[in-house]
């Protein structure tokens, strides 16, 4: 469906994300078809990661944009995860807490996790496999979300407290919370968005009724 990537650019702008980020597969298709993608999202890369610091009224964040593996699904490989801790190491000295984002999919998020013991607050992860509000993993230290691949949910994290006190570990209502919000019939659509949208054709993947 390349006639949908230009308007779905303006469609997420106008949602006012402070950051994103697209596949170089993604970023192929907009150059395709003449199109721009959203302001200010990254192009993921296939070796190294990359970096954004966002300003935040209580303090800056770091956002580690994973590189992509070979194949959906697949180990992204020594040479990845040690230029991911690389990007992570130089961020900390800036920044209130480190996300990284994944679009690896939850098996290799999980095995990344459970084999590197990253020095991560939060992993954003998308990709293959079910989607889920946060959680904490590596014994309370990252705290591990992932997103629903048909984005038919949004999943949010409010923190409540910044990670940085010696022994800190993430606990459901006390520094952090979390939300499942299902994008069922009961949101009304926006005019300006259903207009945006006009012109992209149904996926064809609504649950039958």
Request: aromatic content about 8%.
């Amino acid at each position: 469906m390349d006639e949908a990537f230009a308007p779905l650019a303006k469609a997420y702008e106008a949602l006012n994300y402070d950051a994103g980020a697209i596949s170089p597969a993604e970023a192929a298709k907009f150059a395709a078809v003449n199109a721009q993608p959203p302001k200010g999202w990254q192009v993921l890369a296939p070796k190294e990661p990359k970096t954004v610091v966002l300003d935040t009224p209580k303090g800056k964040i770091g956002l580690v944009f994973f590189p992509e593996a070979k194949k959906p699904g697949d180990d992204p490989g020594p040479d990845a995860i040690q230029a991911i801790a690389k990007a992570v190491k130089g961020l900390r000295g800036q920044v209130k807490l480190v996300a990284g984002v994944s679009p690896w999919g939850v098996q290799a998020e999980s095995d990344y996790l459970d084999k590197t013991k990253p020095d991560l607050d939060v992993l954003l992860g998308s990709g293959s496999g079910v989607g889920f509000s946060a959680k904490p993993a590596q014994g309370g230290k990252t705290l591990w979300m992932h997103t629903y691949t048909k984005g038919k949910a949004i999943y949010t994290i409010d923190v409540l407290a910044w990670p940085g006190d010696k022994g800190f570990k993430w606990e459901q209502g006390s520094n952090y919370t979390t939300q499942a919000v299902v994008l069922d019939e009961a949101y009304i659509p926006d005019p300006g968005m259903e207009q945006l949208l006009l012109s992209v054709p149904d996926p064809g993947d609504k649950p039958a009724k």
